[in-house]
Structure formats: C-alpha cells, structure tokens
C-alpha cells in the first residue's frame, strides 16, 4: 500500500476528481489503481479565494515497486505504515490473579479496553457511580447545588470528560500509531465515521454518554468486571513483589499482581496513599491558555 499526502482539491469537487488526484500523483491511470481510502482531510483556508481540501490517501496498485521506481524521490507518495494495533502480551492459560484498573476515565477504560482484548478479564474499581447515574448527579449539582463527592464533574464513569464537548487531541508524533486505535474503538462505540479522516475530528457531547456505556459492555462481553462505588483506600505493596493486594474504604480486599492507576487529577487521597506507601509521585506539567472575545 502506498500513501500519497498534499492532495489539494477545491471544496466541491467530485468523487471521481479525487480518484483521478491520486491517479496523477502515482503517475498511473485511474483504471491501475486497485483501490484507495482517505486517511485525512483537512482545510486549508489561508487563500480566502482559494480555500482547499487537502488529503492523505493509502492506495493500493498492482505493482508498488515499479511504481515507486517512476516516481522516484517524491516526499508525498512513500510506502504506507502498518496502522494495525499490535497487542504487547495475552492473558497465560493458567489460573492468574486478573489485573485491577483503579479509574474509569479515559486511561482506565482504554487500559481496560486492551488488557480485555488480551485476555486479562480485568477488574474495574471506580469510586463514582455508572454514567448515567452520574449524568443526574451532575445536574443536580449544576441546577440545585446538591453535591454527591463521589458521583461529579470529576468522579464517576467516563471521567472529567464526559462532559465536555467531544474534541479530540492526538500526539503530533505517533510512530506507534496508537491514536488509530483510539479513534477506531470509538467508531465501534458509535462516534461518527468521519473521526478516523478529519484533521480535527469532534464527537460532540450528547454522543459521549451512549459511547462510555457501549464501551463498557464491549468490556463485560470479553470477560472484564466494573464495581461501581468502590473507593480505593490502600495498597498492599512488597519491596520483592511490588503489589500484592487492593484494599477498599469498606476493608475488603482484591489479590492482584497489576494494579493500573488512572485516578484522574482530582483524587487527592490516593496520591495521599501513594506518598505515604513510598511510591515515586512527580507532578505532571500542564498548559494554561485563554481566549479573548473581542466586542
């Protein structure tokens, strides 16, 4: 598969005016080129007069070598990278004590997400209450100032960013191509299509809800286990053996090897644990920025 970049085309233009773009840049005929897909769209908008698309496209020919040989050193038109995601380990056959996710936010449901794809049939502990039962919480501290302090803006299933709305960052720099795999759990989830092709892409708020529940399901169906309203008050550490148990506020406790920590920034009294337990805590740096509405 080949990947052909800076493909500019005027804001209305045709199917087949793409088709015949990608055609010319690979120096074929429209008819040798097997197929291709848009793996970008963006807007380039800097000439008011001549506003563009502009597209990254994987195409694929019968002959990529010979190809490749004609077109000779072009920067836009390189072989394309493999995008599939590349699971690191799967769950032994042997009995194991399962992985604990502490958090379900954004970084607790994605580690979910992939140590249930693995195999690992993770346990879920999150201290706020299910989305949706969330989402009335929420309201009820917007619109009445009544506040539960463990079912907010900042706790509960989905995370602080449940209730923004929808956009989506990635890192510029992405050798891995783990961004993908984002996007692509999220079309499955039921985010529009487009996602995976938008140079910005956006979700929207009222989709974000059905998208955490739809995720949460996927995780229960390969054997992952939620327990909603458990805070967790301590951790069973080993200088040897690292961790060994999760202890919650009611004194129960999980047996586990793995604990993955996504808290999120406003559980102050696990960071309090961790500082006590001797574990390294850094602060994490963060921008700061504005906006100015001029009348």
Known sequence: MLRVSEIRLPLDHSA????????????ISPKELVRF??????????KRAAIVYVYIVDAVVADEATVLARIGRDPHVTRAPDLEYKFVAQAPKRDFNRPVVIGAGPCGLFAALILAQSGFRPVILERGKVVRER?????????????????NVQFGEGGAGTFSDGKLYSQIKDPRHLGRKVLTEFVKAGAPPEILTEAHPHIGTFRLVTMVES???????????????HRVADLELDERHGVRAVVLADGSRIE??????????????VFEMLVARGVDVEAKPFSIGFRIEHP
């Open 16 to 27: 087949d005016a793409l088709k015949n773009a990608v055609a010319k840049k690979l120096r």
């Open 37 to 46: 897909a848009v793996l970008k769209r963006g807007v380039d908008s800097r």
């Open 135 to 151: 989402t009335k919480d929420t309201w009820g501290l917007w619109r009445k100032s009544v506040l539960d302090p463990e079912s």
């Open 215 to 229: 995720m949460r399901e996927t995780i229960e169906a390969l054997g992952g286990e939620y327990r909603f309203r």
């Open 256 to 269: 586990t090897d793995h604990v993955v920590l996504a808290p999120g920034h406003s559980a102050r009294d």
